[in-house]
């Protein structure tokens, strides 16, 4: 059984508004070419958003807070995790979820979730659904009524 160290993740930066440094999704799952579930240590910095408030229709999701306090936004709810604190996401669950660092320094969380064959991805607040069919090789984004779309990232 293999073993990975941080320096073998495999690493994506993402450069956020005003952010002073990138937000790093260091995945883990990727290093070991894992295929049912997806396993990752998000790096968020401060004043950044993991993404903007989704959730799915197939996939289960956990995130597990390791370094760091992050606010949950759930919904119309709002929870400070802080490290140790675990929040979890059934799929089929209609309610959009994002994690949002209002720290002054930078949050580690494990997310892990499933990778479903095809899954819908719903983005309430942006009218925007994306289609994720694992066979094909892009996302097809639709809005509320079903017409194509653009992405609203």
């Known amino acids: 059984m293999p073993a990975y160290t941080p320096a073998e993740f495999v690493k ?18 990727e290093a070991g070419g894992l295929t049912q579930f997806g396993a ?26 390791l370094e760091g306090q992050v606010t949950l936004v759930e919904g119309d ?4 995790l802080h490290p140790g604190d675990a929040a979890t996401f059934r799929a089929g669950a209609p309610v959009g979820h994002c994690l ?22 719903t983005y ?14 892009d996302d097809i984004w639709l809005n509320g009524a079903g017409e194509p779309a653009s992405s609203p990232y």
């Open 12 to 29: 994506e930066e993402n450069v956020a508004d005003g952010a002073a440094a990138p937000n790093q999704t260091l995945w883990i799952s």
């Open 40 to 65: 990752f240590v998000e790096v968020l910095q401060p004043g950044t958003r993991s993404s903007i408030k989704h959730w799915h229709s197939a996939e289960d999701e956990m995130v597990y807070v």
């Open 77 to 80: 709810s709002e929870t400070l």
């Open 100 to 121: 949002w660092n209002r720290s002054a320094a930078p949050t580690r969380c494990l997310v892990v979730g499933t990778r479903a064959p095809v899954d819908n991805i």
């Open 124 to 137: 309430p607040d942006h009218d925007r659904v994306c289609h994720r069919d694992r066979s094909l090789p």
